[in-house]
């Protein structure tokens, strides 16, 4: 991906100050940041970077409800249809909803020391690369038979865990965020009203002269006629 997006030009990022060129603009995996993820969005937000976020554009940022879920089914529908996609991309919006419950009602407890922020690192890596290789193993077997066996050789141990978390644990987070939105509210509505009449009036004018352009060019005959 890298180097097709090099060679279509888009990684091109000018010139350092030795005159080296930098291609680096557009880069689509981060090998560090994969490897020593501490969470299961670190994870998915370092690899196939570009994919991400072409999905965060189009469909997270504009669903309006369960954003994180809309988000998976349509990456699993952009890959293809085989089961074991969708079976990936549904385990992986649950991991994702349970670890951020988990992050915001337990990370804040180690937060008090480097020693405990080191063991809450290392504790949520080994969480991290056990949950990405239980989620992706229907990706790899494809079928519904076989990932099934793989889950219950498992137990289902992690999905359980994904459906309890919630209901275990208070979505702080989206507390926080509905507050924001409350606090934000008032301050979008003034801007609204306070805005120049002059741009309200380009805005009419533009679309009026749009819209006559369609006009003539739907009445002008054609070529051939």
Request: aromatic residues 14%; proline residues 4%; charged residues 20%.
């Amino acid at each position: 991906a890298d180097a097709i997006n090099n060679a279509a030009g888009f990684g091109f990022q000018g010139y350092d100050k030795n005159g080296k060129e930098n291609w680096d603009l557009v880069s689509n995996l981060n090998i560090k940041q994969i490897e020593f993820s501490t969470s299961f969005k670190m994870f998915i937000d370092n690899w196939n970077i570009q994919t991400a976020l072409w999905l965060k554009r189009v469909c997270y940022e504009r669903a309006t409800y369960s954003p994180t879920a809309q988000t998976f089914l349509l990456s699993a529908i952009w890959h293809g249809v085989y089961p074991g996609y969708y079976m990936t991309f549904f385990t992986g919006s649950l991991m994702t909803l349970a670890a951020r419950n988990i992050r915001n009602n337990v990370r804040h407890h180690f937060l008090r020391s480097p020693e405990l922020k080191f063991v809450y690192d290392v504790m949520t890596w080994m969480a991290t690369q056990v949950a990405i290789s239980y989620t992706v193993a229907p990706f790899v077997l494809l079928s519904v038979k076989p990932s099934l066996q793989f889950y219950s050789s498992w137990y289902y141990c992690l999905h359980i865990v994904c459906i309890l978390v919630p209901l275990t644990m208070p979505a702080r987070a989206r507390k926080k965020r509905s507050t924001e939105k409350e606090s934000i509210a008032p301050l979008l509505e003034k801007t609204n009203i306070e805005e120049p009449i002059s741009e309200q009036n380009s805005h009419v004018t533009t679309n009026n002269n749009s819209s006559q352009r369609e006009e003539t060019a739907w009445r002008r005959p054609s070529a051939h006629q």
